[in-house]
């Protein structure tokens, strides 16, 4: 027996296995850097893990290695919602995914981003705010989880009073890449209940144009070209998920990695002009996105001494490359001065994260104005008995009790 078929296969997307991946990986790039077994989504299925630096970064950026898997999801695809799911950007190819990306990016400007700067420090001065009498939070509930959804859908144009229901939504929605059944219907509903009230939506903005992503989601157009119905959903869809899921661990995770080391803690703190590659760090450090989307062979591809057939799944595991020792010397240190730092926490390559700007400016004011407010912030409970979400392809805490 060679020492792959010795490695016992965890249950990817369990809490416990998203509590501490990293010797997993650390043990696949030694050995089985190219690892087949088996994933819940979209149901019990092989898929191949990809683990080192390189190769993940091959994974990203050759074509051959498609974005499109609609072909494993067809008796999902009879569902008319899905469709509706499937077809935004990042499970789309060239042709199509250019098209797509332009048309969003003529909304999705660095001057709509750079104009939320106040108004994201505002909402995070007020939600601190509202905790500081208590002396104690937890942290993903009262802070890390309302601030995001709050910016984006400012930024969308989407009604204070509807918000919460967007929180329960996209929820249940990611927990049902844990592939339990119960998880899956759980979320069928809520995903209906969202379509249809983003179908209002968009013909509220067609009536009345507001200043917001929305409506200029709604107008852009390029050469007369114009993102359809169904478009626009799977587009606000993805970027209401996309928008805040990975950025609520960030900040949550983000603030564990600096509780944990007072060192590290010690120089965020002093210094506040490190925070832009501070955050590039924890970015690397907590790759909240620990699994990119499934990419579908196109054809027969050889990595190292495997090869992968065509018509199989592919998941470059970015919370590995981002750990490569052949890639960051001590991985498992935190370094806020990091140099170089190429993490592929964002991606790479075409499907390079949309909003990584806006990411990576929401983790610097929030991070820096919750040292800064609670020089004293520390966890509430014993790091044993912090809880890890399941799902597939995020990691994130359910929950950061702190005081402060
Ligand atoms: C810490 C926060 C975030 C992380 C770690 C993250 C990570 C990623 C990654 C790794 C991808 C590529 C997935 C793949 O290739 O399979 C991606 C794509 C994407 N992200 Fe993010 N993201 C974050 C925040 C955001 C925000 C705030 C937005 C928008 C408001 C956003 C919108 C998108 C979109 C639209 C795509 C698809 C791009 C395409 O397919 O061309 N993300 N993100």
Redesign the pocket.
Known sequence: MNSVDQIKPPDLASPRFKANPYPFYARLRAEAPVYRTTVPVPHRQPAWLVTRYGDVLTV?KDDRFA?DWSPKMLWLLRWGFAKALMG?????DPPD?TR??TL?QKA?TPRRIERLRERIQSVCDDLLDAAAPNGRMELVRGYALPF?VT??AD?LGIPPQDRLRFQSWTGSIVESSSGSATDVLRALPNIWFFLRYLRKLFAQRRAEPQDDLVTALVQAEEAGDRLNEDELLA?VF??LV???E??V??IASGTLALIQDPEQRNRFEQNPALAESAIEEL?RYT???DI????LMREEVRIGSVTIPPGELVL?V?GSANHDESQFPDPETLDLTREPNQH?????????????S???L??QIALTTLFRRFPNLRLAEAPESLHWRKGLFLRGLEQLPVSF
Request: with cysteine.
């Open positions: 990203l974005n935004n950007m990042v499970s789309r995914h797509l990306r969003v999705f995001p910016i984006i930024l587009i993805l970027l996309a928008g805040y990975s950025t661990s960030l970015l790759s909240p996105l990119s989307t499934p990419r470059a970015l592929l926490a964002f991606g790479q390559g075409a499907h390079f994260c949309l909003g990584a806006l990411a990576s929401e983790g």
